[in-house]
């Protein structure tokens, strides 16, 4: 079954610790197949300074946003965000014509991501094919695009807080095995 499953949840809650649980399961238990990227804290001297894309498939490493004095029209909060860049990671990594493919996980659909077109076409696609996907969402996060997806058919939402996760985790990996 191809399951299409959205995270959410409040800030800290582990919404990306279990994501990344959930990928140690899948390439050490089931050995497939998985696309997409996480979007990890970049921290300098105990300060979060940006977050980085990392590529799941291959490791690629780029930059998502960082604090400081960029020239840079996106930004959030204190953040720049590198449309740009993020454009090209997707164009580079993110084709899935022809390849196998057994989970696509985002890591994680929000403000900074949905600043680009080409990533909300790449969210849209993929939620209409037939291969199972894992995402973070922001609970707070208010977007056509969020509106788009809860009202498909196909997507269930989970709420994590830090007391669930263990239970979120195994209705997960229940619900695509």
Do not use: W
């Not at 800290?12 to 050490?28: A, D, F, P, V, W």
């Not at 490493?61 to 029209?73: E, M, N, T």
């Amino acid at each position: 079954m191809t399951e299409k499953i959205l995270i959410t949840g409040p800030p800290r809650c582990g919404k990306s610790t279990l994501i990344s649980k959930l990928i140690e399961y899948y390439n050490n238990k089931k050995e497939c197949t998985i696309y997409g990227f996480l979007t990890p804290e970049i921290r300098e001297r105990g300060n979060r300074i940006g977050f980085n894309i990392v590529d799941i498939y291959s490791g690629k490493i780029s930059q998502l946003a960082r604090v400081g004095d960029f020239k840079i029209k996106y930004k959030v909060g204190k953040y720049n965000v590198f449309i740009e860049e993020f454009d090209k990671y997707i164009e580079d990594n993110l084709s899935l014509e022809g390849k196998k493919i057994d989970l696509i996980v985002i890591d994680e659909i929000g403000r900074m991501e949905l600043f680009s077109d080409k990533f909300q076409n790449f969210i849209k696609n993929i939620f209409s094919l037939k291969i199972s996907i894992l995402a973070t969402i922001g609970l707070k996060l208010s977007h056509p695009l969020k509106t788009y997806l809860l009202n498909l058919p196909s997507v269930l939402l989970l709420n994590l807080n830090k007391r669930n996760s263990q239970l979120i985790f195994e209705k997960i990996i229940s619900l695509i095995p």
